[in-house]
């Protein structure tokens, strides 16, 4: 949590031009994926939002900005594990057989999303 927090209180800074305390800026200066990810942030709030399903680049980016291989191995779980708001479909199977949903989306993220991740992160 420590790079999120250190990424918020430097794009806090940079949108209100407000001056940090020299142990923060210290410390983001010391991990210089900080500033890669603010650099990415600004560009990101300059587009129009767009629905994460839809844009891989915006889970690699979250990836990135956990601190440690546990970290990211726990959100990469659990977006594994989440069924996004358009795959709910309560009437496409029976009430008994709605845990398979949770099977197949792995599956589905992989074959939607899985070329674009593997480009970015052979480039990461």
């Not at 949108?15 to 990101?44: F, K, N, Y």
């Not at 970290?71 to 358009?86: H, I, P, S």
Request: proline share 7%; with cysteine; aromatic share 8%.
């Amino acid at each position: 949590m420590t790079r999120l927090l250190l990424l918020g209180l430097l794009l806090a800074g940079r949108l209100t031009g407000s001056r940090l305390p020299q142990e923060i800026t210290d410390r983001i200066d010391a991990d210089l994926m900080v500033s890669c990810l603010a650099r990415q942030a600004v560009a990101v709030i300059a587009k129009t939002p767009v629905n994460p399903d839809v844009d891989p680049a915006r889970y690699l980016f979250y990836l990135k900005s956990k601190d440690s291989r546990r970290d990211q191995l726990l959100f990469a779980g659990r977006l594994m594990a989440t069924l996004a708001a358009g795959e709910w479909n309560p009437s496409a199977l029976p009430d008994i057989l709605a845990p398979l949903y949770y099977l197949f989306r792995p599956l589905h993220m992989a074959g939607r999303h899985g070329e674009p991740i593997l480009r970015n992160l052979a480039r990461w």
